[in-house]
């Protein structure tokens, strides 16, 4: 059995100690706003937080996450609305989103969002050459410039 | 206003509980039963477009095309709501069903112009749009067409007649003349007697009446919607998680399927030997395809650890051994030894070489690339008795349900397609990319319960459909005082788009031609099609033109493209807002190119560093275009912006190689992406000409590449003629002094 909190609610499951967390959310537990990308953790779109610290799911087996507590895009704005999460006041990220038109396809975006948060909860002012170093996820349809105007807005705010 | 004749064209229906259906549609006999019960109207119609207004006031647009970024579905309601003078807060925009009362006509004269259609189909084009949409069952999204076939067409003119409708009743109701009312919000007003109706109390009434002869469109300056930065409707279920992908599909009982798939393309299975995947938790099957062999399991990533289990033999095949040395060898003896084909013969090249002072050649290359959209192509398919469920990311969702009837033996009719969004899709979402389909179908085949079937990062990089590599041979003629008399070019096809090679230049004799430069690797659409190869090409080499004429390359090509005035425009805004011809900070460059493609005209201008390493470092990208007029600015700014940092990509890193006949490269380290530390500045200026729509999910990407390395020229002397940058060492490099 393994065990562990997904967005507040506990959940045990009868899987493989080195299956990847973004299978177990996806497959077993159907939550399919992490996303699949590359496998080998290169892309980021597979992020979610694991006590509030950003993580590729995709490379992170669930024996590593025994009770933890894992915050998903789901979980984003209703952990930031309660204010209990181990990050706070995520839900802006997701409003600046919509404020800056930033998705395109949106494929990536969820991994991207967990990603900013994550920074932005430990970095609340980054600099530019830390967004850089920070946020290494792929958005193929280029949604980068308005992610950067979107971050620093956040920092600002 | 312009009046466009459409009569035939427009048909209203009643429905249920009072409101009115009013659609753009074309006569040609459905062999849809669906279509035809839905729409409830004698003969039947293939529908572009309809929208649907009911008694609380509330328009509904149905869009025929898939969203993947692009902002169609917003665009194109804005187009039909405006035209209707609807209140944007009560519109509704929702994804037209997969039937083929959808089918696009106006999408597929788009293709047939410009994209070209599958050769099987040549004869067909100019005889009926809407035959070749029966046999190629069309609802496709691609070539850039959406808004400017779609939209223009269909989208507007169903607002109009809807709105005319609507102005007739009240005018009937209150025994007043048509022409003095007028509309606003979702309602009809006759202000000379202060009454005044909403839409919804109109409908029923509405949906009695025969459909104008030649509703009016708007002039521009009479736009209420279109022109604004309106948000896409898209995006708030994009930032919480819940807006459903292809891959998304999910349930209780579902089974998910990995695949290892012949490395080298076309090859078959010979044999498998699954005894120790078959003891695996989870396990379901093995399932052997004629080119592949699948794990079936409960869970996707069993099934992916099983397979690597599975040994699987292959057969040999004539491919083994081929190499891009090869493809790239056999080009250049077709483009020495091939007479090729006729592009276009201007003047007499011939005669031009012969009595040149001089003149300068230069081969040019671009290899293979992969679509890798970040959602790995997947399919799932359930099929229960003589009936299927499919959810699947496509940018045609008649055809792959055609497909998949077909695969599986069922009636079209049978099969359900569940709309999903797609996770990119830059031309692997297309027709004829049927790789992933056909498995999927074919393993669900042998289960009754839904099966998913996802390639993995590394499959969907090495069994894609490619953007072809090419090579490209030019020679120019000058005379003695250094101006250019001709241009010679010689490349490798096959062509998928149509006059991506002609350039617009006023060079009196060009000879253009093109050679067989089919191989084994299958190819496709990507994004901007071949003027992602040609653009490249041309605007390199008349660079090199320029330079050689002792001109600067703005200036010369403001000289060469004066019978352009579209051109002339985007280069001058470009060029100003980029401080053209200014100071510049020690060691930086820019560099200029501009492409006219899917109806937009497009000019780039770059800077370019080299960092402590000499590598390229790209500063800033000014981008002006003319798309004719902007439905959405900020929607057009995304794709600039978008189709840029595509473009960059491939410019900078992108290269699929082939080693012993298959791809080389697995997943994102060795297929390298621009991020965000390596994304320029990018501005974007619009310029409004006001002549037709022109695309823009595409013209961005063009122009790219070649405004990098002319760039990179300036700053080094070293002239790239083969992508990626990456492979190019610039240590060595000397500047060219700027002209």
Redesign the interface.
């Known amino acids: 059995m393994v065990n562990f909190k997904v967005n507040g609610v506990e959940q045990h499951l009868d ?2 100690p080195d ?2 967390l ?2 177990a959310l ?3 537990l ?11 953790a ?2 980021g ?1 597979c992020t979610v937080h694991v006590n509030g610290r950003a993580v590729r799911s995709c490379v992170t087996p669930v024996s590593e996450v025994e009770g933890q507590e894992i915050t ?3 979980g ?2 209703s952990a930031a609305a309660e204010g209990n999460a181990p990050v706070p006041g995520l839900a802006a990220v ?1 409003q600046a ?2 404020d800056h ?10 991994g991207m ?1 967990m990603a900013v948060s994550s920074l932005l909860a430990s970095n609340p002012n980054p600099s530019d050459a830390e ?3 920070g ?14 105007k979107a971050i620093r807005a956040l920092a600002t705010a | 206003m312009k009046k466009i004749s459409r009569r035939r064209f427009i048909l209203s229906t009643a429905l249920v509980g009072g409101g009115v259906l009013i659609g753009y549609a074309a006569t040609r006999p459905s062999r849809h039963r669906r279509a035809n019960q839905e729409l409830a109207v004698d003969g039947a119609h293939y529908v572009t477009s309809f929208l649907k207004i009911e008694p609380n006031n509330e328009v509904t647009v149905y869009v025929p095309h898939a969203e ?4 169609v579905h917003t665009s194109l309601s804005m187009m039909a709501a405006d035209e209707l003078d609807a209140d944007w807060e009560l519109v509704n925009i929702e994804q037209a069903p997969a039937i083929d009362l959808f089918a696009n006509g106006d999408v597929i004269k788009g293709f047939a112009s410009e994209l070209g259609v599958p050769s099987f189909l040549d004869g067909l084009v100019a005889v009926s749009a809407f035959k070749v949409a029966e046999i190629m069952n069309l609802q496709i999204t691609g070539g850039s067409t959406s808004v400017r076939y779609t939209g223009e067409f269909a989208m507007r003119t169903a607002g109009a007649a809807a709105r005319q409708m609507l102005i007739d009743c009240a005018a009937t109701r209150w025994g007043v003349a048509a022409d003095t009312c007028s509309t606003q919000l979702s309602h009809v007003h006759h202000n000379a007697s202060g009454r005044s109706l909403s839409y919804g109390e109109l409908a029923a009434a509405a949906a009695l009446l025969e459909p104008p002869d030649s509703p009016r469109l708007k002039d521009r300056s009479q736009f209420n919607i279109m022109g604004k930065a309106i ?2 409707n ?12 292809g ?2 599909a ?1 349930s ?1 009982d ?1 089974l ?1 399927a990995a695949i290892r798939f012949a490395p080298v393309f076309g090859t078959k299975l010979v044999s498998v030997d699954a005894t120790e995947a078959l003891r695996q ?1 989870g396990v379901q099957r093995i399932v052997e395809l004629e080119d592949s062999v699948a794990v079936v399991a ?5 099934a992916k650890q099983a397979l690597k289990l599975v040994h699987a033999e292959f057969a040999a095949s004539d491919h083994d051994t081929v190499s891009s040395a090869d493809i790239f060898a056999r080009f250049d003896r077709a483009l020495a030894e091939d007479k090729g084909s006729k592009v276009l013969e201007l003047g007499d090249t011939e005669a031009a070489f012969a009595e040149a002072d001089d003149v300068i050649e230069a081969g040019y290359r671009v290899p293979y690339l992969a679509h ?5 192509m997947n399919c799932t398919v359930h099929i229960h008795g003589d009936s299927a469920d499919l959810w699947t990311s496509t940018q045609d969702a008649l055809g792959i349900k055609g497909r998949v009837a077909s695969v599986a033996g069922l009636d079209e009719d049978a099969v359900t397609f569940h709309h999903c ?6 031309g692997r979402r297309l027709p004829f990319n049927w790789n992933v389909i056909d498995h999927a179908t074919l393993i669900a085949m042998e289960f009754d319960v839904p099966v998913k079937t ?1 390639l ?2 590394e499959d969907d990089m090495q069994q894609d459909y490619y953007r072809p590599a090419v090579a490209s041979n030019f020679k120019a003629a000058f005379d003695a005082q250094g101006k250019v008399l001709a241009w010679h070019n010689r490349f490798t096809g096959p062509i998928q788009t149509p006059g991506a090679s002609e350039i617009p230049y006023a060079i009196a004799n060009q000879s253009i031609r093109v050679v067989d430069g089919d191989t084994h690797i299958p190819i496709a659409s990507w994004r901007s099609v071949d003027h992602s190869q040609h653009t490249f090409f041309t605007e390199s080499f008349i660079d090199e033109v320029a330079h050689r004429s002792g001109k600067n390359p703005y200036q010369f090509r403001m000289e060469l493209l004066q019978a352009h005035p579209r051109h002339l425009r985007v280069l001058e805004v470009a060029a100003e807002a980029a401080g053209y011809g200014q100071n510049l900070a020690e060691g930086h460059a820019l560099g200029i190119a501009v492409q006219e493609s899917f109806g937009s005209i497009v000019a780039e201008i770059v800077e370019v560093s080299l960092d402590g390493d000499y590598r390229p470092i790209v500063h800033k990208v000014t981008c002006a275009i003319d798309c004719g007029w902007a439905v959405n600015p ?1 929607t057009v700014e ?1 794709q600039v ?6 473009g960059l990509t491939a410019a900078l890193y992108g290269e699929i190689t082939i080693e012993n006949g298959r791809v080389a490269q697995h ?3 060795d297929y390298e ?5 390596t ?1 320029p ?2 501005d974007v200026h619009i310029v409004e000409s006001g002549e037709s729509l022109g695309g823009m999910g595409e013209p961005a990407t063009p122009p790219i590449a070649a405004a990098v390395t002319n760039a990179l020229y300036i700053l080094t002397g070293q002239r790239v003629r083969e992508l990626p940058i990456k492979n190019h060492d610039f240590s060595r490099a000397t500047p060219v002094a700027q002209i």
Not at chain 2, 68 to 71: C, I, L, T
């Open positions: 899987i493989e299956m990847p973004l299978w996806r497959d077993e159907g939550m399919t706003g992490t996303k699949f990308g590359c496998g080998i290169a892309c779109a998903t895009i789901e984003l704005a997701q989103w919509i038109q930033v998705p395109q396809c949106g494929y990536c975006q969820s969002i967004i850089d170093r946020i290494t996820n792929i958005c193929r349809c280029g949604s980068y410039p308005r992610v950067r | 993947m970024g692009q902002g948000s896409r898209d995006i708030p279920a994009k930032v919480d998680g819940s807006a459903k992908y891959i998304d999910h209780e579902m998910y938790r409960d869970n996707y990533w069993r890798a959209t970040m959602e790995p969004y797609l996770g990119g899709g830059f996802v993995s990062r900020d995304a912006e978008s189709g840029i940092i595509f997943n994102f380290p992406m621009v991020r965000l530390a994304t500045e990018i």
